[in-house]
């Protein structure tokens, strides 16, 4: 009942401070850019002929994988500045003074700061995501694979990086934890990179760096189910045939040949959980 | 135990090297106004973020309204009113009732969060954003979510230090009111005037140690004879108090005119400036 009490509120936050709707201005603006470009890309003719269909396809295939990595750093950096203040804000300004002296558990605010943060980016990924999908298919035709698990991964990246936010901004002032997560975030994308050149290059140094990386901080193993999960089946062919070349490899966070592993997924499930109880932990002992 | 409102045995705050508050043991009854006072950084608001389980004691027990403090259920039926605090200014203060009604679980929200902020004279404003109020308005709002609910104890921190001489005189007319209705009060106070007029009993802490404790009075001690204002000024008298009649007698026998009699007293201002500056 609290923790739900507590979620409302950072939702109704969210709103109240014209959050939602600078960000839905925002959005909005980029979904607009897109239609406008991809139906100038539609109707664009290279020396006189109309470009193929399959051409303008695969383009658009490109361009949507590119958005999504728009949208992924988005909804990671709304995770981070949402999540880190959205706790201790409320410690800095002594309304939490007020909060805890009711009978409530400090689990409690903690959890409903935690559900209130990731439903709203949740939302936003589904609204923001189902727009610019619309525009695309309305513009082009092209309709991504598996749009949904796209989603479902996306929403993953902004839980990871709000759960890291919230756990470090019971200690931390929030603007310090939201930077702090946000790098994290930057870490692991870099991780990713580098544990692919590594393999590439059979550096195996390099290689688990990349992997520890991506360990320490689960995000960008999600991203690159998203965007797996958004990339048509040419795309996977080719990525599968950069890495038969070169075992192992992920060419770029762009072309992805296979989607996370179980393990992984797990991995980042339990990291959640893992990192989401500490900050409880960090919080029951924290002197207000 | 069961029967007193809040006790605490031996409480102790160490942050690293300093020592926040010693061996600090209480017992204040239910229904007693009871006043905590210190200069600044002397543990009293330490003292009750301990007591509301806000801050962990280094050693000691304490229990609120029979309850271990850290139990939840202590403060079901507690009031607090921090010394510093900002409620959000994006809610209206009626919002912020209702967000506070629903953590502590109060029935018939409505009729109790009006019942509330007209306790404190902000009903008319209500539906205010907290950010267009003044900081004496936050302060009353802060005093509207610590009685909700009619709690059976409210701790108040510096409850008048933002608050005009109005105000003031509103939050000690307010403290009489939970007096009779038999709300216990434990009140942090700079203010020495409001606390000697208000609280039972008081506690003065300093450098986190309790240096004296009993009621006003005690405190305070007799009265040391009365000041007589004659024609030419004012004259002292070491009388008793019941001597004072003949005392006037004797001296309008005598031919004076008398203008005005006081008793000569100690003050608790007086009483805590000899405490807390001894060495």
């Not at chain 1, 897109?34 to 303008?56: H, S, Y």
């Not at chain 1, 658009?60 to 959205?86: K, M, R």
């Not at chain 1, 934890?177 to 692991?188: E, H, K, S």
Request: glycine share 10%; charged share 20%; net charge positive.
């Amino acid at each position: 009942m609290t923790t739900l009490v507590v979620a409302a509120l950072t939702a109704r936050e969210l709103a109240r401070r014209r959050l939602a709707a600078a960000a839905g201005v925002l959005t909005l603006a980029i979904v607009l850019f897109t239609a406008w470009g991809l139906q100038r890309l539609a109707t664009a003719t290279v020396e006189g002929a109309p470009i193929t269909e399959p051409a303008v396809r695969a383009t658009t295939a490109g361009i949507v994988l590119l958005l999504a990595f728009l949208f992924s750093f988005v909804v990671a950096l709304g995770a981070a500045l949402i999540g880190g203040p959205a706790v201790a804000e409320s410690i800095a300004n002594g309304e939490i003074l007020a909060v805890l002296a009711r009978p409530v558990r400090r689990a409690e605010i903690v959890a409903g700061r935690w559900i209130g943060t990731v439903a709203a980016l949740a939302l936003y990924v589904a609204l923001a995501g189902a727009a610019e999908l619309g525009v695309v298919r309305l513009t082009t035709g092209y309709v991504p694979p598996e749009p949904l698990t796209a989603f479902a991964y996306l929403a993953g990246v902004a839980t990871v990086v709000a759960t890291a936010a919230i756990a470090l901004a019971t200690r931390l002032p929030g603007t310090a934890a939201a930077i702090v997560a946000t790098l994290l975030f930057g870490l692991a994308w870099i991780g990713g990179i580098v544990e692919a050149i590594g393999v590439g290059l059979g550096n195996d140094r390099l290689a688990d760096a990349g992997t520890v990386a991506g360990l320490v901080f689960p995000s960008d193993a999600l991203w690159r189910g998203a965007a797996y999960a958004l990339q048509p089946a040419a795309f996977r062919a080719a990525a599968a045939t950069i890495g038969a070349a070169s075992p192992g490899a992920q060419p770029n966070p762009f072309l992805v040949a296979t989607p996370p592993p179980p393990a992984m997924l797990a991995w980042a499930a339990g990291w959640t959980v893992v990192v989401f109880a500490a900050g409880i932990v960090a919080f029951r002992r924290r002197d207000l | 135990m069961n029967g007193a409102a809040l006790v605490a045995r031996g409480l102790a705050k160490r942050y690293g090297r300093v020592e926040a508050l010693r061996d600090l043991s209480l017992r204040v009854e239910r229904g007693e106004s009871f006043g905590f006072l210190g200069p600044n950084g002397a543990g009293k608001s330490t003292a009750v973020k301990i007591l509301l389980g806000l801050v962990a004691a280094s050693a000691g027990e304490a229990t609120v309204l029979g309850r271990p403090i850290g139990d939840p259920a202590a403060r079901a039926r507690a009031g607090y009113l921090p010394e510093l605090f900002r409620y959000p200014d994006w809610l209206t203060a009626r919002e912020v009732m209702r967000l506070h009604a629903r953590l502590a679980r109060v029935r018939d929200a409505s009729r109790a969060i009006d019942a509330a902020l007209d306790e404190v004279g902000l009903l008319a404003r209500a539906g205010d954003r907290v950010r267009a109020y003044s900081k004496g308005m936050q302060q009353r709002l802060g005093l509207a979510v610590a009685l909700l609910g009619d709690p059976e104890i409210v701790f108040l921190d510096e409850p008048t230090s933002a608050l005009d001489p109005v105000g003031r005189s509103d939050v000690r007319a307010l403290l009489e009111r939970l007096r009779a209705r038999g709300t216990t009060v434990f009140l942090n106070s700079h203010l020495l005037g409001e606390v000697e007029r208000v609280c039972d009993r008081v506690c003065v802490v300093d450098r986190g140690a309790v240096v004296a404790e009993g009621t006003v009075d005690a405190l305070v001690g007799g009265s040391r004879g009365v000041r007589v204002r004659l024609d030419d000024g004012w004259h002292e008298f070491d009388v008793a108090p019941d001597r004072v009649p003949e005392l006037v007698a004797r001296l309008v026998g005598e031919g004076a005119r008398v203008h005005a009699v006081e008793p000569r007293q100690d003050t608790l201002e007086d009483r805590f400036l000899a405490l807390v500056r001894s060495p």
